[in-house]
T-cell receptor, first 114, second 118 residues
């Protein structure tokens, strides 16, 4: 099955600086890579996603890059704000017949220091 | 659009009882729904994939007789934890996706159910 590694587990940055979270995946058949933000006790919220036919995608302060050859993808948050503090999860999905749910990374606790 | 409602949000019950959790897509038809479990300060682990009108596909290590899944309509999937024990205490979250068999489409999550077994 798919295995997703995520680093770092905790990331502390000064407000206004950029934050980068990296993930690697094992199954070359994976074709969909979403990023979720989860605040304590709440649902994961999709913040950006990328498909395997695209190398980069940007949405305001958030961007995701994908390197299919190296099987890794990264989340970039620029001009960080206190409300960006949360746990971020990367995930990967691959076509699996009737079972194609997401395999999540272990998460990154992002702390924005004022 | 793409709102997923999950009920109940919090359950406390005695060991040995069964608990049913509902997951509804409110403004779209979800041909595929997923059930995840999340332990404190850990990641989400996929338990099973549920396609409307067919049997659920369970991940390795998940007991299908203990975690009964029913996806009877395009807007409702239920997870029943049978004969629950303290080790089943966890945060259970469902997600829904519009298209069946198309893995590169977004999943939309419910608010989760916090299950505590005494």
């Amino acid at each position: 099955g798919e295995n997703v590694e995520q680093h770092p587990s905790t990331l502390s940055v000064q407000e206004g600086d950029s934050a980068v979270i990296k993930c690697t995946y094992s199954d070359s058949a994976s074709n969909y890579f979403p990023w979720y933000k989860q605040e304590l006790g709440k649902r994961p919220q999709l913040i950006i996603d990328i498909r395997s036919n695209v190398g980069e995608k940007k949405d305001q302060r958030i961007a995701v890059t994908l390197n299919k050859t190296a099987k890794h993808f990264s989340l970039h948050i620029t001009e960080t704000q206190p409300e960006d503090s949360a746990v971020y999860f990367c995930a990967a999905s691959f076509p699996g017949g009737g079972a194609d749910g997401l395999t999540f990374g272990k998460g990154t606790h992002l702390i924005i220091q004022p | 659009g793409a709102v997923v409602s999950q009920h109940p949000s919090w359950v406390i019950c005695k060991s040995g009882t069964s608990v049913k959790i509902e997951c509804r897509s409110l403004d779209f038809q979800a041909t595929t729904m997923f059930w995840y479990r999340q332990f404190p300060k850990q990641s989400l682990m996929l338990m099973a994939t549920s396609n409307e009108g067919s049997k659920a596909t369970y991940e390795q290590g998940v007991e299908k007789d203990k975690f009964l899944i029913n996806h009877a309509s395009l807007t409702l999937s239920t997870l029943t934890v049978t004969s629950a024990h303290p080790e089943d205490s966890s945060f259970y979250i469902c997600s829904a996706r519009r298209a069946q068999g198309i893995s590169n489409q977004p999943q939309h999550f419910g608010d989760g159910t916090r299950l505590s077994i005494l």
